[in-house]
């Protein structure tokens, strides 16, 4: 049986998540674990937006708020399983990204930043201003889901980073397999085609304006997901998950392993990550490493260091 | 009865009127080229009959139907396809993908059977790729199926292109200077080209330079100078029209005249 | 308020801009607390942004030119955030201001009262708006940058130096945007991190008047200046600054193309 590229990316990411444990001294590695893999979540579904559409959007953070808010206050005031809360967040955002995105997707390049970018900031501005219902700007606090204790019952005991970082790792395959599955699909070639030409592509029959919504909804989605998860396994969470710093982390990472490729935008999630654990020691100079890092990497490697690293090996074997 | 139909068509740009009261008709399985010298507003009549430019004045019936104000994609609904003057190729994927593409119309269908990778949406995309696979034959580009398209020449392009607007199923294809850029062996397979596909029953609707192709597979001629039609008829008429004859003679005389000056 | 009219007249769409304001702001305070007179010590923070503005370009936006709109976008945010943390670095992550230019006393102009500072903000804003209008239309200079900013290739075929008009530009911009932060902080304040807002804000007022018009960013400005005033007044003052977004989207819904803008069409 010939294996497909397609399948022999999702072994290797499945191989990798579930042998890196081994190497693991300590379980706040686990936790680092969970975190790449909440983020290269969300950074899978802006591959389908940027990568595959040829759009942009700075504002992919508010989603995310979104579907952690919506863990967050459900079960408080619906009543709502928090698994079913984080359902219901990926719904609204859903819907809310059906509803901004109409409008704003008719702009390109830098207006759509902007736009996109205010969208952003507006939800992260609500959540910090209501603090009646949302705790404001030092959060508040989120319900277990239960689910490890679910497991418990038939007999697997695992630690609380275990799980996440099993269960996150469990997500992000299954959300990298509908990406890679969308890619090669009538759809994927319809996104990757107006990203090539818009007029060609409506000349061809593809309702344009259609597919970029289709594109900004469902990676509405895998951002609020993304949310959601990071809200159940911290247990607590602030209004910055919707802020702007972290909408720019999740491009930043995008694009920095590649935006055409999940596994290069996954591998982006993983350094981008990974980095500022590093830097802690460094705490100061975070923002002024992220900056640094933001520009050297776009500026002596455009298209992102897995498609930089490819032609130079290449190159190489030639 | 015509397929298409062009009525008074015209557009003004700021001040300039860059085409006015065109007026002609394509019957199924005719090939009418649409000719003038540089500027004359042939490839901005193309984009108005393709839905690119809302024109200013005047119609365009498809098949009864009046699709003036219709967007390309509804158009390419309604089988009317083109190629461009300045090819429009789907860059980043391969040569294969971009004929796949052309078959949207016929493939496109769940997003959720997509993101699932379901039975039903596998069999559209393998039916779409055989399908492409022998479009890709018919224009040449057999081999050159799994290359990235922004390797391929020019003149290969324009095949691709071609064959891309032929996935389409087309009822109606505009073919903007389908023969530009290539030498006498790939016009000549163009040449074929357009003319099997006419035989097909497809109208076609040419813009073209090269006048030996175009007197040689024209039905009929449609002759643009400054946006508006000043000649109209069969080819070997067309080349003793003295209008059409001063129309290009002084195009001529007046860039050796810039050029001197 | 007037501000923003101060701000988006600078026009170039990159995202550091704010970062000029808060530089221009910034340095002038702790020149002038380090004993500097106060001019001295705006013209400094001036001249000073100026020469960052020129570097960023040099360093981080001329070699990345040609890159897709993505990665520009990204650098000049990674520009912005490397410029904030060098400033909380240097400098500090408090609030700051310096004493107005002619004191605080209000003054009262029929009925209403209002700062001596935000008349010379006012002041400041035309005397920018009159010299660039004057730049641009009357000088050579002037008019290679609008050619240069129109088509690059074609200004280099006409035998200007594109490289020095770019320096030029960003220098002018971020002196501009320099002399906005001198002559507000007295006003509004200023600390390491009001970059973003700032930026935001500056857009949507651009984005209000439309891209690329001066003449309308000033609209622009006055009224998303207003409506923010309406916001703090009548809605609630914490939301004030989400008038800027709310307008952005408002504008995108109804008139793409901005209050004076004109319609884009492609060439195929």
Redesign the interface.
Known sequence: MRLSSKTITLLGLAVVIAIAPVFFPSSFYYRVGSLIFVNGLAVTGLVILIGYAGQISLGHAGFAGIGAYACALAPVHLGLHPALAAVLGAVLSGIIAWLVGRPILRLKGYYLAVASLGFGVLVSMVLANEAAITGGPDGMAVEDPGLRGALKAIGIDLSNTEFWYAFSGLVLVIGAWLALNLYHSPTGRALRALHGSEVAARAVGIDVAGYKLKAFVISAVYASVSGSLLALQNKFITPDVAGFMHSIEMVTMTVLGGAGSVIGAILGAAILTILPQILTVFQEYEQLLLGLVMMLVMIFMRDGLLPSIARRLRRGGE | MSLLQIEGLGIDFGGLRAVNDVSFSLKAGEIVSVIGPNGAGK?TLF?MI????LPGRGKVMLDGEDVTRL???LL??RGL??T???L??????TVL?NA???H??H???N?L?????LPA?RR??RE?EESARRLLDRVGLGRAAEQEAGSLSYGALKRLEIA??L??KPRVLLLDEPAAGCNAVETEEIDHLIAQVAAEGVSILLVEHDMKMVMRISNHIVVLDHGEKIAEGEPAAIARNPRVIEAYLGAQATEANNADG | MPELMQFFLSGITDFAQGEFVMLGGMITVFAFEAGLPLPLAALIAILGTAVIGVALNRLAIEPARGAPVVSLIIITIGASIFIRGVTQIVFDKQIHRFPAFSGDAPIAVGGATILPQSLWVIAGALAVFIGLWLFFTRTLIGRAVLATANNRIAAQLVGINTKFIMTLSFAMSAAIGALAGVLVTPITLTSYDIGISLALKGFAAAMLGGMGNPKGALVGGLLLGILEAMTAGYISSQYKDAAAFVVILAVLFAMPQGLFGRKQTDRV
């Open positions: 490839t984009n393709s839905g690119v430019y967007s390309p994609h390419a609904r396809s083109r461009f003057q300045n429009q190729i789907f860059h980043a994927m993908e796949v593409v052309g949207h119309l493939e496109r269908g997003i059977a997509d993101l699932l990778s949406s559209s995309s779409s891309r607007a996935a389409l």
